[in-house]
């Protein structure tokens, strides 16, 4: 019975946790927005303590620098994820 157990809470462990279709389609927009071109963002502000401060974030993908289609970098990921087609068309901005 103890070895039964065990096994199963083993069985458990390796099985990977499943994601939701959706949330599947979420996450692979977002690698697919990445293969459009670079991704950055610019803080600017102020405040009482430190007085004025900025930053700037820039990011670009392997995907990007690859030249590869963000339509199939979509796709692929969606496979990848759930060994199944996309369920919907990515919504790229």
Do not use: H, W
């Amino acid at each position: 019975m103890y070895r039964a157990a065990l096994l199963l809470l083993a069985l458990a462990a390796c099985t990977p946790a499943l994601v939701s279709p959706e949330r599947v389609a979420e996450i692979c927009e977002d690698k697919a927005r990445a293969a459009q071109g670079p991704t950055g963002r610019v803080s600017v502000g102020t405040n009482s303590r430190t007085g004025e401060f900025g930053s700037l974030e820039i990011g670009v993908s392997s995907d990007f620098i690859a030249g590869r289609d963000p339509i199939e970098v979509y796709a692929q990921c969606v496979f990848d994820r759930t060994g199944a087609a996309p369920i919907r068309p990515p919504l790229l901005r």
